[in-house]
């Protein structure tokens, strides 16, 4: 690897109007300058087209575009970004999420010191969606059995060398959700994580990623922990989730009612 690789930024673009500037902004100021930033765009109802056309006419070299015809998924996006990438490192950053100036520079220098590592995170600070500051949290250091409980890494933190994502073909499409869970899984099995103890990404809290249906996101993670051979974590993903939205009760409270209009009819 060169002594400043070119790191890959890839931002998947949607309906993210509201975010997308200061999202690429954080990027064209990065502190480390060997990077070009690949956004892919899927046709949003708001103004992220123009918001990105803006950015692209005063940076033209540094910003590439690719236009999707029609709304994909973030698997998709990632791979189409991946695909057009020429960096030997590959970043990823959500249209609403943002990076601190020196995410890049510190991220590069710990790989190029460590040719071990193939994978590196950072702690995040998290925000709403105004850009107030809720809480800083520090990530856990790698180990694999406690992050796939816990899912401890903010995906926009992540920086991957381009050679382990063609070694585990990218993202899984069938995943329209937690592509980016079934993604670390899979890379962990080949390289070591590192996690980057500073404060460096900053991830959005708001309203459009916290109305996420619940059981499509729980399905999902469950697939995803038995498609790769998880199932004991596959069934206390369940339990978790029929605990938590109390699902036995109501089934329970719901054949009781129905029981009793039965027998009223009947009587």
Known sequence: M????????????????KFIGQCLESLVNQSYENIEI????????????????????????????????????????RNVGIALARGQLIAFCDCDDYFNEKKIEKQVNEMLNNKEIGLTYTDVIIIDESGKIIRYEKAREWN???????????????MVRRELITKIKGFNQSYDTFDDFDF????????????ISKFLTY?????????????????NRVKILLHNGY???????????????????????????????????LA
């Not at 060169?2 to 109007?17: F, R």
């Not at 103004?47 to 803006?54: A, C, E, H, W």
């Not at 992050?147 to 992540?158: D, L, N, Q, T």
């Open 203 to 219: 991830y959005r809290v708001h309203s459009a990623n916290l109305s996420r249906n619940k059981f499509k996101s729980t399905r």
């Open 144 to 158: 694999f059995n406690n992050w796939i409980k816990k899912r401890f890494i903010a995906f926009s933190s992540v």
């Open 184 to 195: 670390l899984i899979r890379l962990a099995r080949k390289t070591k994580f590192k996690r």
């Open 231 to 265: 199932i004991k974590l596959a069934l206390y993903e369940l339990y978790k989730y029929f605990v938590k939205w109390n699902i036995i009760y109501r089934l329970l409270k719901m054949a009781k009612e129905i029981k009793l209009k039965m027998r009223s009819l």
């Open 2 to 17: 060169p002594e400043k690789p070119l790191v890959s930024v890839i931002v998947p673009a949607y309906n993210c109007g």
């Open 38 to 77: 690949i956004i892919i765009y899927d046709p949003s109802r708001d103004n992220t087209l123009k918001v990105i056309k803006r950015y692209k006419e005063k940076y033209p070299k540094l910003i590439r575009v690719f236009k999707q015809r029609k709304k994909t998924s973030p698997a998709i996006a």
